[in-house]
């Protein structure tokens, strides 16, 4: 950074906490006329005056990390600290982004430092006021509070906060005013809150958008310390499992370090991220850039917070891939570690091992899977997972277990029963959400339908064995599987898939 710059900057970093001040004109949300956001942290973490600030984010981008992913970058993950410390990683992560490209909601996520209460809460009241201008709140963000009761739109809470304040001068400097923003504030630590939050707005995640999640790594240890916790949080992103990330947070906080206060403050919209992004096909994470408070001259190498820019990115559908399929003996190699999961946790109470070196490269594809038991014709047990953040072969192992144990509407499968059990595996597609019901072809497609945390599923072969209608199909799903009513689905969201759908009928060489 250049010397004036930092000289600016780090003087008014100092008095962070006593500015954190931000106004806002009117706290209720029964309002007639616009209530904008005034800034809380500009002249503290960034500078409040237009040209200063203009000055120091070119310096930011100018040595921040280039555009390196290829596929489109759907979310990232950026620091909030003071532009002196981390404006270059933030840099770098928005570097990631497509600048050419018009988003169509832009959705801007961080963990609340100064109020908690339950769920999140969406500014929607005005704009927000920034030094380089204002930017309009999405009118999506209103539709969200309306239809799902774990959003509030209390304008409190954003008041002094300031991990989203601190993003947005970097999407104004790119996207110049062709933007507004969804700024969601969670107020919660609850894994399952987190969840249902992912939930209201997975239909958002894909490449029409933009997530950016506001979050530092590590609080307050020593430098080296710093990079081998932020190395390890890292690592539980990239490698999209939320509940890695989980263990991850669990792991730091056991370890009862000395000045160590979070290895990530804002992990609770990092998970929400994951939450969403581990459900949709195609997803990589890449890490962009680290370094931490030590690294900038005004650094104190005893006491740092870490920053990690992070991108989200999904492939592109080549018009030439092939589409998924099985080999017959593929799916025979699924059915039988389907019977010998099932009988080895019924029969000793262990989890089959799986050698992975056997799976053929299909198998080993990330790949949602329902796992179905007959015992004499009858449904036993049907459960499985959308799921993509692990391997075919081992979704089948944990669903041959929960469908055999955990099903509630059915009594455990006995060792008695195993040898007469019948099961069938259905392979499952990507879901899509659909505009029309018009689009749902029997036989072929799967339903899901959502609304307000609540959902379920019928799998394609459920409707031509029932011989049900269209909308027989849609009226079970949500009465029978979503518990939302007949009539539930017509103001809910549907999504389809397809799946590949095979049994031991198909394969009468596999004796029991």
Request: aromatic fraction near 10%; hydrophobic fraction near 40%; charge should be neutral.
């Amino acid at each position: 950074m250049k010397s004036n710059v930092r000289n600016i900057l780090f003087f008014s970093f100092l008095f962070a906490v006593q500015a954190c001040n931000g106004q806002i004109k009117n706290k209720s949300m029964e309002h007639s006329e616009q209530i904008d956001r005034e800034p809380a942290v500009a002249g503290a973490f960034y500078p409040a005056e237009p040209q200063v600030l203009k000055a120091l984010l070119k310096e930011a981008f100018d040595h921040a990390k280039k555009k390196s992913v290829k596929d489109p970058v759907i979310a990232i993950v950026s620091p909030h600290a003071g532009y002196v410390y981390s404006a270059k990683v933030a840099a770098s992560a928005f570097n990631q982004i497509d600048t050419a490209k018009h988003y169509e909601h832009i959705f801007v996520i961080g963990s609340s430092h100064h109020a908690y209460f339950d769920g999140a809460s969406i500014y929607t009241a005005g704009d927000f006021i920034m030094p380089l201008g204002h930017i309009k709140t999405d009118p999506l963000g209103r539709e969200l509070v309306k239809q799902n009761p774990v959003f509030n739109d209390k304008t409190t809470p954003h008041g002094r906060e300031h991990s989203i304040e601190v993003q947005l001068p970097f999407l104004q400097y790119l996207l110049k005013d062709k933007f507004t923003i969804i700024p969601i504030l969670l107020g919660t630590q609850s894994p399952e809150v987190c969840r249902k939050i992912a939930q209201a707005l997975k239909p958002y995640f894909n490449e029409h958008n933009l997530f950016v999640i506001s979050t530092d790594f590590s609080h307050y240890p020593d430098y080296e310390t710093a990079k081998t916790v932020d190395s390890a949080m890292a690592e539980a992103v990239v490698s999209n499992s939320p509940e890695k990330l989980l263990a991850a947070v669990r792991n730091v906080e056991k370890q009862h370090t000395e000045d160590l206060l979070t290895g990530m403050c804002g992990w609770p919209s990092v998970l929400t991220l994951m939450y969403m992004s581990a459900e949709t096909a195609g997803i990589t994470v890449e890490k962009i850039d680290y370094q931490n408070s030590g690294d900038v001259a005004y650094g104190d190498k005893s006491r740092v917070v870490g920053y990690t820019a992070l991108a989200f990115e999904k492939a592109k559908q080549s018009a030439t891939k092939e589409i998924f399929s099985l080999t017959d003996q593929e799916k025979q190699t699924l059915l039988v570690l389907a019977r010998k999961t099932i009988d080895e946790y019924i029969r000793n109470g262990h989890v089959l091992s799986v050698d992975s070196k056997g799976m053929t490269s299909n198998l080993k594809e990330n790949c949602g899977a329902f796992v179905s038991l007959h015992l004499h014709e009858v449904l036993k047990g049907c459960i499985g997972t959308f799921r993509t953040n692990q391997p075919l072969y081992e979704n089948i192992r944990d669903m041959a277990i929960e469908a055999s144990t955990n099903d509630s509407r059915f009594d455990p499968v006995t060792l008695q029963e195993i040898k007469s059990l019948e099961i069938e595996i259905s392979v499952l597609t990507p879901m899509h959400k659909i505009a029309s019901i018009n689009e749902i072809s029997i036989g072929k497609h799967g339903i899901y339908i959502r609304k307000n945390g609540k959902g379920g599923t019928f799998l394609p072969q459920v409707a031509p064995a029932q011989k049900w209608t269209l909308e027989e199909y849609l009226g079970h799903c949500s009465r029978d599987k979503a518990r939302l009513g007949w009539d539930g689905w017509k103001n809910a969201e549907i999504f389809t898939y397809e799946a590949i759908v095979f049994s031991e009928k198909d394969f009468p060489q596999l004796k029991h």
